[in-house]
C-alpha cells in the first residue's frame, strides 16, 4: 500500500469501506436468518400437511368400503318399490295442478262465436304430459279451423289434431279435437 500523501492531513477510505461491509455482511446474515427460519416452518407445514392428507385418504378408503357394504345390503325391490310410490306420487302432483279455471278461461279467449265445446276429456301421458280430447259443435268446417288456428297461436296447445267430424241430420258439424294442453307455456309466451 502506498503511504505517500500529499494533502496535509491524509486521509484514507478504510474505515467507510470496513463500515460498509459490515452493513453488507449484516443484511446477508439477516437475509440467510430470515432464509433459514422460512425454510424450517415450511418443512413442518408440508409434513403437518402430508400427515392430515394421509389421514384424509385413509378415511376415504374406509368411507368408500362402508359405502360398498350398504349397497351390498340394499334390496333392489325396495328401491323399485319406493321409485314406483314417487313416480304415482309425481303423477296424483301432476293432476292436482290441473286448473280447469284456467282451461276453460284460454277456450273463452280461443272459441268463435259459432262453435260451442260439449265435451273436454284430460288424460295424462306419460311421455306428451295432459292430452285433451275436445268435442266441439258448429256451423261450418271454417268455425272448426279458425278454433283450431286460435288454439295454436295461443302456444299453450301443441299437436292439434281433428280426430273425428260428422255432420248430423240437423247440418251441425261434430268434431272432436285432440291436443297437448301446457299451461307451463302460458308465462313463458308473450
Known amino acids: 500500500m502506498i503511504r505517500t500523501n500529499l494533502s496535509t492531513r491524509p486521509f484514507y477510505n478504510e474505515r467507510a469501506v470496513r463500515a460498509w461491509l459490515a452493513v453488507v455482511a449484516l443484511a446477508v446474515a439477516a437475509a440467510t436468518a430470515f432464509n433459514v427460519s422460512a425454510v ?48 304415482q ?45 275436445i268435442n266441439v259443435m258448429a256451423r261450418a268446417v271454417q268455425d272448426v279451423e279458425k278454433f283450431i288456428d286460435n288454439l295454436d297461436a295461443s302456444k299453450v296447445f301443441t299437436g292439434l289434431l281433428t280426430v273425428e267430424d260428422h255432420v248430423d241430420e240437423q247440418g251441425v258439424l261434430s268434431a272432436t279435437i285432440e291436443t297437448v294442453y301446457q299451461p307451463s307455456r302460458a308465462q313463458v309466451a308473450p
Open 89 to 133: 306420487a309425481n303423477a296424483l302432483i301432476d293432476r292436482r295442478t290441473f286448473s280447469w279455471t284456467e282451461l276453460f278461461n284460454r277456450f273463452e279467449t280461443t272459441l268463435p262465436d259459432d262453435v260451442r265445446i260439449t265435451t273436454v276429456r284430460p288424460t295424462i301421458d306419460k311421455d306428451r304430459g295432459i292430452v285433451l280430447t
Open 40 to 87: 424450517l416452518r415450511y418443512s413442518r407445514s408440508d409434513t403437518q400437511l402430508a400427515g392430515e392428507a394421509s389421514r384424509d385418504e385413509s378415511r376415504a378408503a374406509d368411507l368408500r368400503q362402508q359405502a360398498s357394504k350398504l349397497r351390498a345390503t340394499v334390496d333392489p325391490r325396495q328401491i323399485e318399490f319406493a321409485s314406483n310410490e314417487a313416480r
